[in-house]
């Protein structure tokens, strides 16, 4: 049971615009940012969004991030078939003294 | 180019030990603080714990389910870190991988992460 509550799934079609929850506590999404990373099927996760809604370079802007709350959410605009992957949320909790994730969400572009 | 590489998974028999080690180039090693994650097959990422830099005091923090089993290191003269995991268990059978934690004024992140190690605990 992960202390970040996602959606194990989430789907649309080409084009769409489509959102992934990250639900916490006040000891961790309330009090610190929220990551995102993107994993694809037998690779290393990859930073997505780091600090609730900041883009690293070389993440197309069709990936944003926002937090309100003990909630974040992770939207993805303009949706491709390449983004069909496992996309978790993270950040430090102050309960627990150490970093906790979401369990993921699978995004199947249909 | 910026790049962690992770070596010594394989198979171990439950009670047994490893030792796990994570190569990096391509940033400033010995100022950074390690971390290492673990993914057990078809499950979400779980943090394991963290070593700190020699300005502060290599300092580590482990996760619950391996306080006290699991050692994590570091030789900043190899740039490599390390992550010595004893009393192993059936479900510590995971892929293992270390990333770095990039720091700012306000956010902290893990950027990069390495390829990962698979540490398969069976009889």
Known sequence: ?110 | EVQLVESGGGLVQPGGSLKLSCAASGFTFSGSAMHWVRQASGQGLEWVGRIRSKANSYATAYAASVKGRFTISRDDSKNTAYLQMNSLQTDDTAVYYCTRLQASAWYNWFDPWGQGTLVTVSS
Do not use: H, M
């Open chain 1, 1 to 110: 049971q992960s202390v970040l509550t996602q959606p194990p799934s989430a789907s649309g079609t080409p084009g769409q615009r489509v959102t992934i929850s990250c639900s916490g506590s006040s000891s961790n999404t309330g009090s610190n940012t929220v990551n995102w990373y993107q994993q694809f099927p037998g690779t290393a996760p990859k930073l997505l969004i780091y600090g609730n809604n900041q883009r690293p370079s070389g993440v197309p802007d069709r990936f944003s991030g926002s937090k309100s709350g003990t909630s974040a959410s992770l939207a993805i605009s303009g949706l491709q078939s390449e983004d069909e992957a496992d996309y978790y949320c993270a950040v430090w909790d102050d309960s627990l003294n150490g970093w906790v994730f979401g369990g993921g969400t699978k995004l199947t572009v249909l």
